[in-house]
């Protein structure tokens, strides 16, 4: 027994080494700025569309992503809105001070019923001009919203963690609020100011429940005539909810990446959602690593309720690493514990918590393909990527950068599929 725990010690010893020995540097390219798209395309699924198996990499357009999808696939998208979640105030002394919506704390953290709280709330917020805005201080402005004039004041609930109190007079939803205050937040790396059209341009088609500060960009491609063609072919499609925060653009500033800190996200996952998972398992594609971040952050909570470790669903940054396989229940296992739970509890959804960090060395548990754009140099979603593919993940990018692809978020997209399953 002895002998037993001492070789357990030291592969978790092994790991953490090897987690802690990722060089960052490996995981960057040279991104010019050119090579960002500013804006979007014209025609959402007229973008180009790598496709990666096996080695073999071939370039086409969106529209003809159906013909490299088997039959068996089901698609899982995440259909979360971006609100207007950048507010800006002027002070009387001329100071302006931005506001960054990131999670609702009061009276609920539960960002679908966040949006429908009334008269007042509190939400942590990125702060600019934080040294302009003194704790005590109060901002204010009148809003004109769904015909009414509605006067609101901003106050530090807790001025260190950034948590910022609203209140208004009027009897409209804090959605209602924010549509008339806000505007979208266009990634930083696209350097300009949101214009109207990103109104519609910087949500996908099916977005649908609102809360995210950023679109879950993969999906932005898609349109009715590639859900049509989807349809023909007898692609099934499902849906889950990540609503996606700012940490998605913070970059890698630590020298070991497991000290990296990942922000938590709210998910929701319906039992519709796992009893599709349950008839897919093996076939199942993510439309975006948020989607695919998700997915796997399920399966370990499947884990928990199969090893009776809680009901509550909250993935821990480092929970998925170093399991050993034998100790771990197999996909189908997993799912059907979570449906298990749900259908003892009577629960339609889940509502939960992960701050999953997927970089290399991570075994996928669920989803053996990806549809996403191209990501920022080191970050990450790199990490993820390189996961994913391997080392053919230089390959991937360079070929994208050598065919004139455009990237990140109003970028184009790829098609990978998983190292494992390469033949």
Not at 210 to 224: C, I, M, R, S
């Amino acid at each position: 027994m002895e002998g037993k725990m001492e070789v357990e010690e030291n592969q978790d010893a092994l790991w953490r080494r090897e987690a802690e020995a990722i060089d960052l540097e490996s995981y960057t390219y040279d991104l010019p700025d050119d090579r960002i798209a500013k804006y979007p395309m014209e025609v959402r699924d007229q973008s180009k569309l790598m496709v990666y198996h096996g080695g073999t990499i071939s370039h086409l357009r969106f529209t003809d992503i159906t013909s490299h999808l088997p039959a068996d696939t089901l698609l899982v998208f995440n259909d979360t809105k971006v609100i207007p979640a950048r507010a800006h105030f002027r002070k009387e002394t001329g100071a302006v001070i931005e506001l960054l919506l990131l999670h609702p704390e009061l009276p609920t953290r539960v960002i679908n019923d966040a949006m429908l709280v009334k008269h007042s709330c509190v939400w942590e917020c990125m702060i600019g001009n934080k040294k302009r805005w003194k704790a005590g201080d109060t901002l204010s402005n009148v809003i004109p919203v769904n015909g009414q004039e509605v006067h609101l004041q901003v106050s530090y609930h807790d001025y260190e963690q950034n948590l910022v109190k609203l209140i208004w007079d009027a009897d409209v939803t804090f959605l209602d609020l924010v549509k008339a205050l806000g505007e979208i937040p266009l990634p930083p790396y696209l350097n300009r100011d949101t214009e109207e059209p990103d109104k519609e341009t910087y949500q996908t088609v099916y977005a649908h429940h609102d809360g995210a500060v950023a679109a879950p960009t993969a999906g932005l491609h898609f349109t009715p005539r590639v859900f049509n063609a989807l349809e023909q072919k007898g692609i099934r499609k499902s849906f889950l909810t990540l609503h996606v925060g700012a940490g998605t653009f913070q970059p890698i500033k630590v020298e070991k990446v497991t000290e990296h800190r990942m922000h938590s996200e709210q998910v929701v996952f319906t039992r519709e959602l796992i009893q599709n998972l349950l008839q897919s398992v093996g076939h199942v594609v993510p439309v975006g690593t948020t989607s695919l971040r998700s997915l796997e952050s399920l399966y370990w909570y499947g884990v928990k309720l199969f090893k009776k470790e809680t009901t509550a669903f909250n993935i821990e940054k480092l929970y998925p690493y170093p399991w050993k396989e034998a100790e771990l229940p197999s996909a189908v296992q997993s799912l059907q514990a979570i449906a298990d739970y749900m259908d003892a509890s009577e629960l339609h959804e889940i509502v939960g918590e992960t701050e999953i960090f997927i970089f290399p060395g991570y075994r996928f548990r669920l989803c053996r393909g990806i549809i996403t754009n191209y990501h920022q140099p080191g970050s990450t979603l790199i990490l993820l990527v390189a996961a994913f593919v391997g080392k053919d993940w230089k390959t991937i990018y360079s070929e994208a950068l050598a065919k004139d692809y455009r990237f990140l978020s109003y970028g184009d997209s790829s098609l990978l599929w998983l190292i494992d399953e390469a033949s």
